[in-house]
């Protein structure tokens, strides 16, 4: 008896690890919020990652943050079931892809900025039409600048990071770069330019629009999903409980 209750006891807990939700969680380097060790790939930090782990870590589930350029993240939580994503803008044409949960981040505004020096006017966005500017492959700036009539190659310089586009802004080959103001003072460093370098032009998103949100593939297991939300849900009541 007592022989087949230990091998009950086993088998048990071998099923509990077979059947635990295990969950892909992906991002971009965008410090300060999300910021990869560039020693360490699995090594991810960051005010928002602090956020995300105190979300999931309490939920039992398996999980694994890793950072990759922004089109690939995208698309693998576009396309894999049990991906999760952040920090990402929630907007129209996104919204009927993922499940969301936001906000688990402050809005950041995300302006145009240029070189004091540079004669481009960036105060608007009809002021425009001769600027070359630095974007994102697939980001929410990207595709904004591509609605309003920006054309890839003439005024768009795509690249797949934001530290290519602020050496080419630096260099000379671009007019502006579009960026959130924290991120911007943060991949200054060790450049020999600072803030003050730079002119801050128009804000490109609504502010209903910036809030930092984390959304999970449409394809997830109803299992994952019902856990996230869950554990989105108790920690939004501890955050809100913590600052008031």
């Known amino acids: 008896m007592k022989f087949l209750l230990s091998v009950l006891l086993i088998f048990s807990i071998f099923s509990v690890k077979v059947t635990a939700l295990t ?54 939580a576009m396309n894999k079931p049990n991906v999760l994503i952040y920090s990402i803008y929630k907007t129209k044409e996104r919204t009927p892809y993922f499940e969301w949960f936001c906000p688990i981040h402050a809005k950041t505004p995300i302006n145009i900025y240029k070189l004091k020096k540079n004669k481009a006017d960036i105060s608007a966005l009809e002021t425009l039409g001769d600027t070359v500017i630095g974007v994102l492959r697939s980001d929410n700036s990207h595709n904004y600048m591509l609605e309003h009539g920006f054309v890839e190659g003439r005024n768009l310089i795509v690249t797949s990071s934001e530290e290519n586009n602020i050496k080419n802004l630096l260099n000379g080959r671009i007019d502006a ?11 200054l460093q060790d450049t020999g330019f600072s803030i003050d370098d730079l002119k801050v032009g128009f804000k490109l998103h609504p502010n209903d629009s910036t809030e930092h949100c984390m959304a999970l593939s449409k394809s997830s297991s109803p299992e994952m999903i019902s856990t996230v939300k869950k554990a989105f849900n108790s920690w939004r009541v501890n955050h809100n409980k913590n600052n008031n």
């Open 23 to 76: 969950l892909e969680v992906v991002s971009e380097h965008w410090p300060p919020f999300i910021i990869q060790n560039p020693e360490n790939r699995n090594d991810i930090s960051g005010s928002v990652t602090k956020k995300i782990n105190d979300i999931l870590a309490p939920s039992g589930i398996d999980y694994t943050i890793r950072t990759y350029p922004w089109a690939r993240s995208y698309y693998l």
């Open 177 to 187: 770069v579009i960026q959130s103001k924290e991120s911007l003072i943060y991949r």
